[in-house]
């Protein structure tokens, strides 16, 4: 019987494709100490610049192993949020005041990501699973890498969302019935006490990897 080989890729999205093809690479400020001031309507636009996506299929019977997007909640994203959701619920000042505290709180408890997958199989796309496929790293470009807090750690590095709100599909358009969301925690600082995307990173990526392909979404600083 004649063997077949299965061939992994990983396949770009239409902005990778379009970086390919001249674009320049959309750059983001990781700066967790400046002050960025929104309205309402640039919320869109932020959240885009800090939102990733990559596909991987196994080729032999094209079946789709993963696809991934990913949000960096950094501190600029989270000032658009705090904007736009005081916008929206016009909250008053205290308010608002108390939503800033709450993500300054979870900003400097960890690097967090909102993920949302699909794949041709359900098993496939959960990445909570004790027999994920997948294997889920956070990788400067210092060559440091860390992985995503113990399930035990309170709230757990891999969080699964099951219950999405009508307010988490508006903030998140990416979100469908179709698709499994995740909120991933990794630790802020690497055994030696300095933050993983500290000063002196340039980029990062968050790597998806394992036998059925490897996605790596990547983040590059504006600042020299």
């Given at each position: 019987?004649?063997?077949?080989?299965?061939?992994?890729?990983?396949?770009?999205?239409?902005?990778?494709?379009?970086?390919?093809?001249?674009?320049?690479?959309?750059?983001?400020?990781?700066?967790?100490?400046?002050?960025?001031?929104?309205?309402?309507?640039?919320?869109?636009?932020?959240?885009?610049?800090?939102?990733?996506?990559?596909?991987?299929?196994?080729?032999?019977?094209?079946?789709?192993?993963?696809t991934v997007t990913a949000t960096f909640r950094s501190w600029e994203y989270r000032q658009a949020y705090i904007d736009r959701y005081a916008y929206d619920f016009r909250l008053t000042d205290t308010e608002r005041q108390?939503?800033?505290?709450?993500?300054?709180?979870?900003?400097?408890?960890?690097?967090?990501?909102?993920?949302?997958?699909?794949?041709t199989r359900n098993t496939w796309a959960d990445l909570s699973a004790a027999d994920t496929p997948w294997k889920i790293r956070l990788v400067n470009d210092q060559g440091d890498v860390v992985e995503p807090l113990p399930?035990?750690?309170?709230?757990?590095?891999?969080?699964?969302?099951?219950?999405?709100?009508?307010?988490?599909?508006?903030?998140?358009?990416?979100?469908?019935?179709?698709?499994?969301?995740?909120?991933?925690?990794?630790?802020?600082?690497?055994?030696?006490?300095?933050?993983?995307?500290?000063?002196?990173?340039?980029?990062?990526?968050?790597?998806?990897?394992?036998?059925?392909?490897?996605?790596?979404?990547?983040?590059?600083?504006?600042?020299?």
């Amino acid at each position: 019987m004649r063997s077949s080989l299965v061939r992994l890729l990983a396949v770009p999205t239409l902005a990778a494709v379009s970086a390919l093809a001249g674009c320049s690479e959309v750059q983001v400020n990781f700066s967790e100490t400046q002050t960025h001031t929104f309205e309402p309507s640039d919320y869109e636009r932020v959240l885009e610049r800090w939102t990733r996506d990559e596909e991987v299929y196994v080729l032999d019977g094209l079946d789709n192993a993963l696809t991934v997007t990913a949000t960096f909640r950094s501190w600029e994203y989270r000032q658009a949020y705090i904007d736009r959701y005081a916008y929206d619920f016009r909250l008053t000042d205290t308010e608002r005041q108390a939503l800033e505290r709450t993500q300054r709180e979870e900003l400097e408890q960890a690097h967090v990501f909102l993920v949302a997958t699909t794949a041709t199989r359900n098993t496939w796309a959960d990445l909570s699973a004790a027999d994920t496929p997948w294997k889920i790293r956070l990788v400067n470009d210092q060559g440091d890498v860390v992985e995503p807090l113990p399930d035990a750690h309170d709230p757990p590095g891999i969080e699964r969302v099951k219950d999405v709100t009508p307010v988490q599909q508006a903030y998140y358009p990416y979100i469908t019935v179709f698709r499994k969301v995740f909120v991933i925690r990794f630790p802020r600082r690497l055994p030696d006490g300095t933050d993983v995307l500290g000063p002196g990173v340039r980029s990062f990526t968050l790597e998806f990897a394992g036998a059925l392909g490897r996605a790596e979404l990547r983040w590059s600083s504006s600042v020299e």
